[in-house]
């Protein structure tokens, strides 16, 4: 399994400009999570779904970011229009179904520079 | 979710056992311990999680006092690539309890 695949791994782009960040989940799993990390604020949880349904969007900082599961095997997270504060590493992270417990599995990142 | 507090940062020799500790005094009857670590420029990686009574996988070990209100993990036998954060996160299961709640860790970094 190749994991949690997250497109692309690096994002420079100038402010007000649209960004668009990919996550396809591992096979399987029903649960998907969208994290943003920086040094003054850690890691946050931003969006989490459940079978391709939002289900808890409070971390989601404001409403140019916006995030869609149109099915199981792919998720967007879209900042328009994007500012320099919204410079951070973003991370999707994905669990299985009938787990009770909570063991996450996350992507790789996206290193996301808005100029 | 009860609140977890952790050192900022520990040594360890390599090849010797890591312990890092955890307090959670307020954690109540159905919440878990978990450990996550996350190496530099990677995601965080899921380690071990426990209730009440001590675990242990291929990757480390977890101790909880009998009180719950801490715990230890141990690295048995760490390594460089072991260098890492490591997150304590107190959560309880079932129901809309998917959020894990990432603190500021504990930055563990093996010595040569």
């Known amino acids: 399994d190749a994991g949690v695949i997250q497109s692309p791994r690096h994002e420079v782009t100038e402010m007000g400009q649209e960004v668009t960040l990919r996550c396809k989940p591992i096979s399987g799993h029903n649960s998907l999570f969208w994290y943003r990390q920086t040094m003054m604020r850690g890691l946050e949880l931003l969006i989490y779904f459940n079978n391709n349904v939002p289900i808890d969007d409070s971390g989601m900082p404001e409403d140019r970011f916006s995030a869609k599961m149109p099915n199981a095997s792919f998720s967007t997270l879209k900042i328009q229009p994007s500012e320099p504060r919204d410079s951070a590493v973003y991370f999707c992270a994905t669990r299985p179904p009938g787990s009770g417990y909570n063991e996450q599995f996350f992507g790789p990142g996206t290193r996301l520079t808005v100029l | 979710d009860a609140k977890t507090t952790q050192p900022p940062s520990m040594d360890c020799a390599e090849g010797r056992a890591a312990n890092l500790p955890c307090n959670h005094s307020?954690?109540?009857?159905?919440?878990?311990v978990y450990w996550y670590r996350q190496i530099h420029s990677q995601g965080p990686q899921y380690i071990i999680h426990?209730?009440?009574n001590n675990e242990t996988n291929e990757m480390a070990s977890l101790i909880i006092t009998e009180d719950r209100k801490s715990s230890t993990l141990i690295l048995p036998h760490a390594t460089l690539r072991d260098t890492a954060v490591y997150y304590c996160i107190v959560r309880s299961h079932g129901g809309a309890t998917n959020k894990l709640i990432f603190g500021t860790g504990t930055l563990l970094a093996v010595q040569p």
């Open positions: 426990g209730l009440k």
């Open positions: 307020t954690i109540s009857g159905n919440e878990y």
